[in-house]
């Protein structure tokens, strides 16, 4: 048996940086056969021909078939995994209005052929922008797809969060635990280290002694050099984030599918830590028997209690918008 695997977007940049971490066993293990299904648009399909070729040229031993479509009903037969990385940028002068609209005419259309295709226990992964509300529209139009089985990607968030408190501590990043991103994948996130540890040790002493007021370091340094991590790549690199989104995909998918102790994901609510039913929003989880769990019961302090609810009220915007346009 192999897992079926479909990417959309598969002709894109993340597309190119993801397929072949794929391949080679990084996501699934060195022991599980992979069949890959590339779904695009009609301008696309070249491009992933084209990697579809490359792929054959890998001689991945774990690769047992690669089919590129741009049919929605042949791209999701079977999709075990669905990576719904493929999206609509927000253009010049777009509103966000404009952008969700856009994304619906994407997102609902596979959220339903996802439903009517894809295997009963499909786990649908969404890193295509604006990535919570794609997830909630997708999930809305999958009909008897448990939404459980939907999540979106906050996993790169907490990685930069993780580095950057790595760095600022001068630590390993392994002995970095417990960092959690809150809320939307956008500019109002809120990277959380009330919880983290450095080798066992409260992330929040350990800063302490090197930064001195850590309320302070956190407001004008970390939180936003985290939540503008994705601006300073685009104006250093001159293009976004791809391979460090790559890997934060397959960091994401294979801990969804393996189990973790803790990390980030942005899931639907059942009304945890005061985030509104249905939204699905970026929480604390543990992954076991491949569902995601809530981590529940942390202690949330004033300060974080105001920047999570930001960063929701932006996804209540966000829904509010969605709902206007009969999406949900
Ligand atoms: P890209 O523009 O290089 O590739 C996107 C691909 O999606 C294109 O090949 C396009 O033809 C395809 N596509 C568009 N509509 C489609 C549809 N309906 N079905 C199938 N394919 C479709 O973009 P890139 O750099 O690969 O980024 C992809 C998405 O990931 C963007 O929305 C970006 O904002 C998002 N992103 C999300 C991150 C996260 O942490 N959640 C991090 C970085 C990027």
Redesign the pocket.
């Known amino acids: 048996m192999a897992t079926t695997i479909t990417l959309?977007?598969?002709?894109?940049?993340?597309?190119?940086a993801l397929l072949f971490r794929i391949a080679a066993g990084d996501m699934l293990g060195p022991d599980e056969h992979v069949r890959l299904r590339l779904?695009?648009?009609p301008?696309?399909l070249k491009?992933?021909e084209g990697a579809a070729l490359e792929l054959q040229d890998a001689a991945f031993e774990l690769l047992d078939d690669v089919e590129v479509t741009?049919d929605?009903a042949v791209g999701f037969d079977g999709a075990n995994l669905a990576l719904l990385?493929?999206?609509?940028?927000r253009g010049p002068g777009m509103e966000r209005g404009d952008l969700l609209a856009a994304n619906g005419g994407?997102f609902a259309?596979?959220g339903r052929a996802i439903a009517a295709h894809a295997a009963s226990d499909v786990r649908v992964s969404?890193?295509?922008?604006p990535?919570n509300t794609n997830a909630l529209i997708a999930a809305a139009a999958a009909d008897g797809v448990p939404a459980e089985q939907f999540s979106?990607?906050?996993?790169?968030?907490e990685n930069r969060a993780r580095a950057q408190l790595a760095a600022a501590l001068d630590a390993p990043v392994a002995d970095i635990r417990g960092v959690t991103i809150w809320g939307n994948?956008s500019a109002t996130q809120y990277p959380d280290i009330s919880h983290a540890t450095v080798a066992g040790r409260p992330a929040a002493d350990a800063l302490a002694e090197r930064v001195g007021d850590v309320d302070a370091w956190l407001d004008s340094e970390f939180i936003p050099r985290v939540a503008k991590r994705?601006a300073e790549i685009i104006e250093v690199r001159g293009s976004?984030?791809?391979a460090?989104?790559a890997s934060?995909t397959i960091d994401h998918v294979r801990d969804w599918v393996q189990g973790a102790e803790w990390t980030s994901a942005a899931v639907v609510s059942r009304g945890e830590y005061g985030v509104p039913e249905g939204l699905v929003s970026s929480f604390p989880v543990r992954s076991a028997g491949g569902r995601w769990q809530i981590i529940e019961g942390l202690e949330i302090d004033e300060r974080s209690r105001t920047r999570i609810d930001a960063s929701v009220a932006e996804l209540i915007d966000e829904r509010e918008a969605v709902r206007t346009l009969g999406l949900l």
């Open positions: 959309t977007g598969a002709g894109g940049q993340i597309g190119y779904l695009e648009i301008q696309g491009a992933a741009d929605a990385v493929g999206a609509r940028p994407i259309p596979q969404v890193v295509g922008n990535a979106a990607l906050t996993r790169l968030d994948h994705g976004s984030s791809v460090s989104a934060a």
